[in-house]
């Protein structure tokens, strides 16, 4: 992350010259990019590394979750990326042995975080899923994030809205990556829980990722620089 610059831009497109484009153009203005499935899986590493190559940090966004012996192994494959990315991810529905194995597979080359609720469900949705209909998403959430906390991870993924509790109950050293960042201007989109860059700073966020406030922008550094201005 560059120096007090909390903002993650997500560059969820599949178009490659696109993704450099905005790499060059944000350099110097956001602290980091995230790469996630919508781009790795149509480019592979050297997508990746094309994007990298505008050295700004890499949060790298494939949400892995499946057997513990798979994840390390799928882990393992990734940090062979160059650079390696300072962030990857797993969901931490995936449980406590799985988060070991993975935590065990990198080694710490680098931070390794866990999703916990997606920001695009509700409380009806976890509930339809099968989730105890007696706890919303922040407590759910909160399991997730101790549990995660208790696998040796660095942080999770969470709702803006989840934050507090997590805040609360587990040491200020372990990241918090928050996703549904919207300014007050922008639509939600495909994101139930959202709350503004400001808002999201003040519940305790450390890194904020946003996409279409920043990408959609006629001028994405301008509209990078204003993000952050508003966070002051």
């Given at each position: 992350m560059t120096k007090n610059n909390p903002i993650c831009v997500a560059l969820d497109t599949p178009d490659l010259a696109r993704a450099v484009t905005l790499a060059k153009e944000l350099l110097g203005h956001v602290g980091m990019l995230k790469i996630g499935m919508e781009f790795f899986y149509a480019h592979g590493p050297r997508g990746y590394e094309a994007v990298a190559a505008a050295g700004i940090p890499?949060?790298?966004?494939?949400?892995?979750?499946?057997?513990?012996?798979?994840?390390?192994?799928?882990?393992?494959?990734?940090?062979?990326?160059?650079?390696?990315?300072?962030?990857?991810?797993?969901?931490?529905?995936?449980?406590?042995?799985?988060?070991?194995?993975?935590?065990?597979?990198?080694?710490?080359?680098?931070?390794?975080?866990?999703?916990?609720?997606?920001?695009?469900?509700?409380?009806?949705?976890?509930?339809?899923?099968?989730?105890?209909?007696?706890?919303?998403?922040?407590?759910?959430?909160?399991?997730?994030?101790?549990?995660?906390?208790?696998?040796?991870?660095?942080?999770?993924?969470?709702?803006?809205?989840?934050?507090?509790?997590?805040?609360?109950?587990?040491?200020?050293?372990f990241l918090s990556i928050v996703p549904g960042i919207r300014p007050a201007e922008v639509a939600s989109h495909d994101q139930k829980r959202v709350a503004t860059p400001k808002a999201a700073m003040d519940a305790g966020a450390d890194i904020l990722v946003i996409g279409r406030a920043i990408t959609g922008a006629a001028d994405p550094a301008r509209a990078a620089h204003d993000i952050l201005q508003s966070l002051s």
């Open positions: 890499i949060f790298l966004d494939m949400k892995l979750h499946d057997i513990p012996n798979t994840v390390a192994q799928g882990l393992t494959s990734l940090l062979k990326l160059a650079p390696a990315p300072a962030i990857t991810n797993v969901h931490a529905m995936g449980g406590l042995d799985m988060m070991k194995a993975a935590r065990d597979a990198v080694q710490g080359q680098t931070k390794l975080i866990a999703v916990t609720v997606l920001t695009s469900l509700s409380n009806d949705d976890l509930w339809a899923a099968g989730f105890d209909a007696q706890k919303k998403s922040a407590d759910h959430a909160l399991n997730l994030a101790k549990l995660t906390h208790q696998a040796g991870l660095d942080g999770v993924v969470c709702s803006p809205l989840d934050l507090v509790n997590i805040r609360r109950e587990l040491p200020r050293s």
